[in-house]
């Protein structure tokens, strides 16, 4: 049972990852659709809770591999708000030189080990971080983020049954917003829960509540440390709602999202992360209102110093098109 004073200081950690996400990927909607960005972005919207829980969970030396929906990921991990954005913008000052944009995002200095835009593509990379872990014999652990649609890969399966075998300190968390793009998760997949594949791999599933940061933060702990002490890996699959489109833009192209009902949108909003960890902090006298609210506009002033930042920063030059590219 944590004490009350590391419930204070962790529930305000993991609702300043919550918020940071939230207004980052906000703003991003409003510059994506003003046309202001190139490429495509896919956001984390309704999702916070399983990053900000998980990373809330990890320390600064340990790793995740993230997915297409990644901006989410670097935040919780610690990114850099004018770099993140720089990227988003394509500058030269972004975390990728502006070459990666929103789906290759990486830090390594921060455990980030990269976004990937294939689908499943992640998962192997963090069980070879596992295995540099063991390998280095250090008890860093190693986290990869993927959604339901990856879960159907082979790359997925592959991965488990290798992590367990050799007992590697990798965390594989299922991040269940229902959708592959935009088939629903049942119409493609065998089981109801994702979290029941771990049987086949020797390895603990677990369920959580994935719009919970709590709960998923709790979760987390448990794992981490059964990964630590040696033991191997854990399936952890936390149910969610993705509140927009499979990525920003898709309601203009699609007319709406025609494939999910009224019902399934008012339950997303109903079940907001931010809400709930808000509600949390206040009603157990963590902190005040007040206080979240002066964290909220904090952040909110470190997002709109970013956008200056990456629209004050110079754009690659053309020669830098054949820097950093290995064939």
Not at 170 to 181: S, T
């Amino acid at each position: 049972m944590l004490t009350l004073a590391v419930q204070t200081d962790k529930a305000l950690d993991i609702f300043t990852r919550v918020i940071r996400i939230r207004r980052f990927e906000e703003r991003i909607a409003t510059l994506f659709n003003q046309g202001q960005l190139p490429g495509v972005v896919h956001l984390y919207i309704g999702e916070e809770a399983i990053a900000s829980g998980v990373c809330a969970a990890l320390r600064d030396d340990d790793y995740i591999v993230s997915t297409h929906r990644g901006h989410g990921h670097v935040v919780a991990k610690g990114g850099d708000f004018n770099r993140m954005m720089a990227e988003l913008f394509g500058k030269a000052t972004g975390y990728c030189k502006g070459k990666g944009g929103s789906q290759h995002i990486a830090d390594f200095e921060i455990g980030m080990l990269g976004a990937c835009g294939i689908v499943g593509g992640g998962i192997p990379i963090a069980v070879g971080a596992g295995f540099s872990a063991r390998y280095r014999e250090t008890d860093q652990v190693a986290v990869s983020f993927f959604g339901d649609g990856a879960s159907n890969e082979g790359s997925f399966h592959e991965s488990l049954n290798l992590a367990s075998v050799w007992k590697l300190p990798v965390i594989f968390v299922c991040e269940n917003n229902g959708y592959g793009e935009f088939t629903p998760t049942s119409k493609v997949t065998s089981v109801t829960n994702i979290a029941d594949r771990s049987a086949g791999y020797g390895m603990p599933g677990i369920v959580v509540d994935g719009t919970d940061p709590i709960a998923v933060y709790e979760v987390a702990v448990k794992a981490v440390a059964r990964a630590r002490r040696g033991e191997g890996p854990t399936l952890i699959e936390a149910k969610t709602h993705r509140r927009g489109g499979h990525s920003e833009g898709e309601n203009a192209f699609l007319g709406g999202q025609k494939y999910r009902s009224a019902a399934e949108e008012a339950e997303a909003r109903a079940q907001d992360p931010l809400l709930k960890i808000r509600a949390y902090i206040v009603e157990n006298r963590l902190a005040t209102a007040e206080k979240l609210d002066a964290i909220d506009r904090e952040i909110s002033q470190a997002v709109d110093a970013a956008v200056t930042f990456a629209r004050n920063s110079p754009d690659p030059e053309p020669s830098a098109v054949f820097e950093d590219v290995w064939a």
